[in-house]
Structure formats: C-alpha cells, structure tokens
C-alpha cells in the first residue's frame, strides 16, 4: 500500500467496479478477493504443501486500530511542533527574516524526507516522524505569521474547517456516497497534476515578475484556487480511505499502517494550507 498523494504514489491499486485490491493486473497462481475476479491479493503467501497461495496470518495484518495509533503519532508531532515553532519563532518586525527563514528551510527539509519514504521499500517509521516534525515546524512559522497580519481567528478557522472536511469525507465514504473507482482515480490526479503545474508556473512568474505572479492565490482567483485546492484535497482523502480499507481487507503486514498514517498526514497539511490560505484572502478582504 502506499500514499495516493501526487508523486508519492508508486505502488497503487485496481479499482474496477468500485472494488480494489493490489496490483493493477492478476497474477499466476494469486487468490482472488471478493467481486472482483482482477484483484488480488500480494500477500497471500504460497501453501508448502499443494502449492497454492493462501490467505496471511491474521496475527501480523494491519488493523484499523493500528492505522488510528500511527496516524494519531504523526499529527501529533506536527502538533507538537507546530505549537513549539510558534512559541519560540515569532513572526514579527524583528524575527520576520530568522523565522521565515527557518519555516521554509523546515519546509525543505521535510519535502526531503517525504520524497525519501516514497522511495523506500517499506515503511520508516523514523522518517516519517521526522517528516511529521519538520513539516510541524513549518506550518507554525506559516500559522504565526497568519495569526499576527490577519487575524489570530484565521488559524483556528482553518484548523477546524480542515477537521469539518475530514468528518464530512469520511461520512461520505463510509455512507458509499463517495465510490473510488479508476475512473474517480484517475479524473483526481490528473487534475491534481494540473493543479500544481498551475501553481509552480505562478511562483515562478512571482519570483522573476515580481508581485502575485498570475494571481492565481490572491483576490478572486485566489479563492477559486483555494475552493479548488481544497476539494481536491477531500478527494486525497477519499482515496487514502480506500487504500486503508484496501489494506485491511487484504491483510496488509501491520508496518504498513505507517505508509497509511504518512498518507494521511500529507492529505491533511494540503487541506489545512489550502484551507488557510482562502481564509486568509477572505479575511484579509474585510
């Protein structure tokens, strides 16, 4: 299993007809799962005596349980250090420079760390932890900065329309509102892709032009970006809730619970800054 964020997704699953599993095509000798005659299950480990694959051992999957711990750790230490860099990294006339300076370089480092995991085999807990941290680091410096030119209530508006989006994904795919298929799959990151084409291309004309570069992320445009970036975030959630389900139903080994918590995690800083962002445009209006 691994994260369905854009470019952190190497290892995805079929989703024909509104089913899932591993592996985008069967495989010789696989067992299949459920409805789905093309999913298969890649753990199914092969029977020592007749040869053919049987289901893993229940005593080492992934559980839900474990998905909620992981998940829990790695928001927490963004939390955590969120609180930390915005106590001890003011962003005001005398530390505007040093904290700017810090968020973004945290920014960086975390960026790193997240293409490092996406890379591995397997799940680090280690790096993803550290992620969590450096990631924390940068959106404090990011929140103070917001809570002292906008107005200290644009962060926790954001922070709780980020917690109403989550409530509201996970309601609707649990309802079946929300079916994640190919299709639904496919219509997400190819808009994600152009999405963030969109964004590089305006950072780049506001570095070299000065200003707002295109002006996708101020005034009018900016909140339809913002609306935008948001709801393709609800569909990141979406998918990650499908892969989780993926894994639990295929009897994904438990370090995997890790990959689902880093995907998560991700899913949930895009909300929160695109989330926070479209407030700040609308606040900044009044």
Do not use: H
Not at 164 to 182: D, N, P, Q, S
């Amino acid at each position: 299993m691994r994260s369905s964020n854009p470019v952190f997704s190497r290892r995805g699953f079929s989703r024909d007809n509104g089913y899932a599993g591993f592996n985008a095509a069967p495989q010789a000798g696989a067992a299949t799962v459920g409805a789905n005659p093309y999913a298969t299950n890649p753990y199914a480990q092969p029977d020592t005596q007749y040869g053919a694959p049987q289901a893993p051992a229940r005593s080492g999957a992934m559980t839900i349980d474990d998905v909620v711990t992981r998940t829990a750790m790695t928001l927490g230490t963004v939390v955590l250090t969120a609180a930390l860099a915005w106590a001890l990294l003011p962003v005001d006339a005398a530390n505007l420079g040093t904290s700017y300076g810090i968020g973004f370089g945290a920014a960086l480092v975390a960026f790193v760390l997240a293409m490092v995991q996406s890379f591995k085999r397997k799940a680090s807990p280690a790096v993803i932890l550290a992620y969590a941290a450096f990631e924390g680091v940068f959106l404090g410096v990011i929140s103070s900065a917001v809570s002292t030119y906008i107005g200290p209530g644009t962060v926790m508006q954001a922070v709780m329309g980020t917690m109403c989006v989550f409530a509201g994904v996970l309601i609707a795919y649990k309802m079946r509102w929300i079916r994640v298929t190919r299709r639904f799959y496919g219509f997400v990151m190819a808009a994600a892709m152009g999405f963030m084409l969109l964004m590089v291309v305006n950072l780049l004309f506001s570095v070299f032009g000065g200003g707002d570069g295109l002006g996708f992320r101020s005034g009018g445009l900016g909140i339809l970006f913002g609306v935008i970036g948001i709801i393709l975030g609800a569909c990141f959630l979406a998918l990650d809730f499908k892969q989780v389900e993926d894994g639990v139903n295929f009897g994904a080994p438990r370090e995997e619970a890790w990959l689902a918590a880093f995907g998560l995690t991700m899913t949930l800083v895009w909300i929160y800054l695109e989330m926070l962002r479209l407030l700040s445009i609308l606040n900044g209006d009044d």
